[in-house]
């Protein structure tokens, strides 16, 4: 059985970082991308960045490109996500996920789901 394991959330001002890890295990995923993606209250779930294991090509949000960071530790099967100049936007729920399409930033393309993590920055 798939589990991916989220954690780093937390509170954090304005322009400061973070860094959530999600550890993934009960199967092999070199051939499925990873991806994460954020939930704020009353809002839909969107996608934030991808990477895939096998070639490590990465996709991110106009939102958060050059602010986010998307990689993965294959040796270890976690995926980080490093959040830098954060902004009060950027407040949500954070999940990880397995992708079943290369490349795909759609929610219902992603099968396999973390509990996920709060991110809270305050301005």
């Known amino acids: 059985q798939v589990q991916l394991v989220e954690s780093g959330g937390g509170l954090v001002q304005a322009g400061g970082s973070l860094r959530l890890s999600c550890a993934a295990s009960?199967?092999?995923?070199?051939?499925?991308?990873m991806g994460w993606f954020r939930q704020a209250p009353g809002k839909e779930r969107e996608f934030v960045a991808a990477?895939?294991?096998?070639?490590?090509?990465?996709s991110y949000r106009n939102s958060v490109r050059g602010r986010f960071t998307i990689s993965r530790d294959n040796a270890k099967n976690t995926v980080y996500l490093q959040m830098n100049s954060l902004k009060p936007e950027d407040t949500a729920v954070y999940y990880c996920?397995?992708?079943?399409?290369?490349?795909?930033?759609?929610?219902?393309?992603?099968?396999?789901w973390g509990q996920g993590t709060q991110v809270t920055v305050s301005s």
């Open positions: 009960g199967r092999t995923f070199s051939t499925y991308p």
């Open positions: 996920a397995v992708g079943l399409v290369s490349g795909s930033m759609r929610p219902n393309e992603y099968d396999y």
């Open positions: 990477i895939e294991w096998s070639d490590g090509i990465t």
